[in-house]
């Protein structure tokens, strides 16, 4: 187990109280906004790591979380219901899933490729939605109806629940085995009769409930939505899971916790950076360039060791 993205959390968490105290600023309120900023990036980088543990990779993640999240809204508005948005959430979030893996699957591409034309098809299908059934900018719910559910206890519990079934599949079943071999070397994997096609498909269905969990409590935090919403969510889980210490190639050292670690470490990044006052962008520069060399040094003692593809 490799301790040093836990450890990297815990310092950062350390600088964070410290930091907060000296500045007279209301650490509580705070650990609040870190905890919203954080639970929906890391429900859908734990799904995403079934696919990432393949050594590939879905761009459209952000796109498929705002798509999801505006068609339970939307579905919530005609019936008043809580649980058919969630069930509309989730549906929708699988079937743009599986539709990116069989897409790749028959026509025999990579799956980044599908995904980023995807990327493009979700976003104009969030442009059609927002035109289509909100006020031209917007697509909203009463926030009275989900004040029951906007609790940090709420979002907690759901997290630790999708990650336990997400850790027990990944560490407890064959299927994790196969996509940790898959992963390591894909060729050994289909010499052994392993069907990538299919560990695939059932990834990327995994990765989708992921998706709709994450796009049901996106709602629950922010009912008012727009065409930005979740927009980040795609490179956000990329970061994550480096933050996490994930290799981006795969395989046997994926690790579910990785998810978890690296949302909330790059959240607490950033609300340090914002006590500093630095702007968004000076944020995005200093995550990108940490990204950067997280990769490297992650890579840089694996490259001898990686098996042929």
Known sequence: MNFAPIFGLIALSMMFFVIGSLRNINVLFGLKAILNQSVVVAIVATGAIFIYSLGSFDISLGASVTVSALLGAITFNATNSILLMFLVCILVAVSIALFNSVLASIFNLPVFVTTIAMLSVLNAIVLLLISVNGTGSTVSISASSVQ??????????????????CTFLFNFTRLGRMQKFIGGNPICARLTGISSKKISIISFALSGLGVGIGAFLLIVYAPTLTRNSASSVGMDVIIAIVFGGMPISGGARSKIYSAIVGSFSMTFLSQIMVMFNMNSGINQIVKAIIFILVVYLATSNQRRKILPR
């Open 148 to 165: 029951n559910l906007n609790t940090e206890w709420f979002k907690i519990a759901t997290l630790m629940v999708f990650a336990g079934l």
